[in-house]
């Protein structure tokens, strides 16, 4: 019994402490959970179509309605210039990308309120929520995208060399939710009434971004302005790759993505920061 109580006695225990300084971000322990992210992710992508009619077909339905829509009123009513490609082809290229941003905003931005049960009960780096919540859209994406080809054969239009480039803005617009995504959610936790903003901003966020117009046609005075959107960037830089459309402007994706970075480093400052009262307030 004493040697059972001893060997009890010399077991090392873990302490959690928080961390310390602005930026102490703990990649040892993002590492160590990796598997967590990756169920996380698988469990997002289930509860989506959990007993659901139609499955998988509804990451296509949404875009491809948005499409029809855009397309008889911005393109036949208002004739709006698609930059010499198919207006079907040329919206349903930008609403890829920005159906991935916004569903991976919306669920970023209520992911710590979602994940409540989980977040009171055990540990594990919180900022596996979020980053779980951005990353689980681009299966959505990968079913529109075989959509987007079959429109392209169905116009003619052949694949060039900037596909190659396509992950590149795929990994910035998850960036960019994740960026806006910290801020909402830690906000969320404490100000519920953000869940009830971020429906309406993703609204207001999509028509100040070029998904149903080129870029253009703004204003060469208001273009750098413009561009501090993160999504210009983005959704312009997806047409390049998959349509070979115009070439994008490169100020404009040298200013997106620095306001990506800017936006991302502070909403870890601040997500940092507030971490050690999730578990209290939510």
């Not at 469990?43 to 296509?60: E, F, H, M, S």
Request: hydrophobic fraction near 55%; include cysteine; charge should be positive.
């Amino acid at each position: 019994m004493e040697l059972a109580a001893e060997n009890i006695l010399r077991k090392p225990s873990v302490v959690i402490e928080p961390g310390k300084g602005l930026f102490q971000i703990d990649l040892i322990a993002l590492w160590r959970y990796r598997e967590l992210l990756y169920f996380l992710v698988w469990r997002d992508v289930l509860i989506r179509y959990k007993q659901t009619a139609i499955g998988v077909c509804w990451a296509v339905l949404q875009p491809l309605v948005t499409m029809l829509i855009f397309t008889l009123v911005f393109s036949n009513f208002a004739n709006i210039p698609s930059d010499g490609k198919p207006y079907p082809v040329f919206a349903f290229a930008a609403l890829l990308p920005w159906n991935c941003f916004s569903q991976a905003l919306q669920r970023s931005g209520s992911s710590l309120v979602g994940n409540a049960n989980l977040i009171t009960k055990i540990y594990f780096p919180r900022l596996l929520i979020p980053m779980a919540a951005s990353v689980s859209p681009v299966v959505d994406l990968f079913f529109s995208f075989i959509v987007l080809l079959a429109m392209m054969l169905w116009y003619g239009i052949l694949p060039t060399w900037g596909l190659l480039a396509l992950p590149l803005f795929v990994a910035l617009a998850m960036l960019s939710a994740l960026a806006v995504g910290l801020w909402l959610t830690t906000l969320n936790v404490k100000y519920r009434d953000v869940g009830h903003i971020i429906p309406f901003l993703i609204q207001v966020w999509m028509y100040a971004s070029p998904v149903a117009y080129p870029v253009s046609i703004v204003p060469e005075k208001w273009r750098l302005f413009y561009s501090l959107n993160p999504m210009v960037g983005v959704i312009e830089g997806f047409r390049w790759a998959i349509l070979g459309a115009q070439r994008p402007d490169w100020m404009v994706l040298v200013v997106s993505s620095t306001v990506v970075v800017a936006l991302l480093l502070g909403g870890l400052v601040y997500f940092k920061h507030m971490e050690q009262t999730f578990a209290d307030i939510i």
